[in-house]
């Protein structure tokens, strides 16, 4: 079982940005899974690095289209997309360092965020950009 299910209550009602939140989601179940099967050491540094990856893509499309329809809590936000990639490429570095493996506290951090970044942060901007012409 996934530990974060994509639901109609993570969508932010723009095609492009869901579909990244999907594949964001599909990450961290990814990573539990091969957690739950024992392998989690295996699989954690791609991911990881993957989302590292991923996540620079998907705060730069939001960002995009904040800065296009000048979206007035765009530095707000950008700041929280700043404080996750930090904290993502901590955990990146600490692993390839040997100073972590993968735990559920790590997870479920990236779990948490992710879901309450979507439900809290990112659906403040969907009305903003769907008045806008962006779905």
């Known amino acids: ?8 209550d993570l969508s932010v009602k723009i095609k492009e940005l869901d579909a990244q939140h999907q594949e964001l989601v ?27 990856e991923y996540t620079h893509k998907h705060f730069l ?3 995009q289209l904040f800065s296009k329809h000048n979206y007035p809590e765009a530095g707000r936000h950008s700041r929280e997309h700043n404080d996750f990639v930090g904290k993502v490429a901590k955990f ?4 390839k360092a040997g100073n972590i493996t993968l735990t559920m506290d ?13 439900k809290g942060t990112d ?4 009305p ?8």
């Open 123 to 126: 659906k403040k901007y969907t």
């Open 26 to 52: 599909a990450m961290i179940n990814k990573m539990h899974d091969a957690m739950k099967q024992g392998k989690g050491k295996e699989v954690l540094g791609s991911i990881i690095d993957k989302m590292v």
């Open 106 to 118: 790590v997870i479920t951090f990236l779990k948490e965020w992710l879901v309450t970044h979507i």
């Open 61 to 63: 499309s939001e960002e």
């Open 92 to 95: 990146q570095r600490d692993l």
């Open 1 to 8: 079982m996934p530990i974060v299910t994509w639901s109609e």
């Open 128 to 135: 903003f950009l769907n008045a806008k012409g962006v779905v």
